[in-house]
Nanobody
Framework: VQLQASGGGMVQAGGSLRLSCTVS????????TAWFRQAPGKEREFVAS????KYADSVQGRFTNSRDNALNTVYLQMNNLKVEDTAVYYC????????????????WGQGTQVTVSS
């Protein structure tokens, strides 16, 4: 399974970005997907998952996770971005396990940088 992420960039606080992640190599409906992020000097943390539909408290109400099954693509729409959202964002896919556990995710994209300036 390969995951190809894109859409990162630099934006001012309050702005928006949309990340995309295309999944290939396995039927899309057989994997659950999620987004994680890792800021400098910090551990990788959960952001949002699809199936189950969950968000981290820090992004609830600002980020929206969606999937286009026809395009085998997942999206993370990020609105009202804050400086603390600055991180490398990763899409990930799993077949089983828990949506919150990094160890459950067998497949990872390469990461895309999101930088939010004040």
């Amino acid at each position: 399974v390969q995951l190809q992420a894109s859409g990162g960039g630099m934006v001012q606080a309050g702005g928006s970005l949309r990340l995309s992640c295309t999944v290939s190599g396995r039927p899309f409906h057989t994997v659950a997907t999620a987004w994680f992020r890792q800021a400098p000097g910090k551990e990788r943390e959960f952001v949002a998952s699809y199936r189950p539909f969950k968000y981290a408290d820090s992004v609830q109400g600002r980020f929206t996770n969606s999937r286009d099954n026809a395009l085998n693509t997942v999206y993370l729409q990020m609105n009202n971005l804050k400086v603390e959202d600055t991180a490398v964002y990763y899409c990930a896919a799993r077949v089983g396990g828990s949506y919150l556990s990094l160890a459950s995710y067998e497949f990872w994209g390469q990461g895309t940088q999101v930088t939010v300036s004040s």
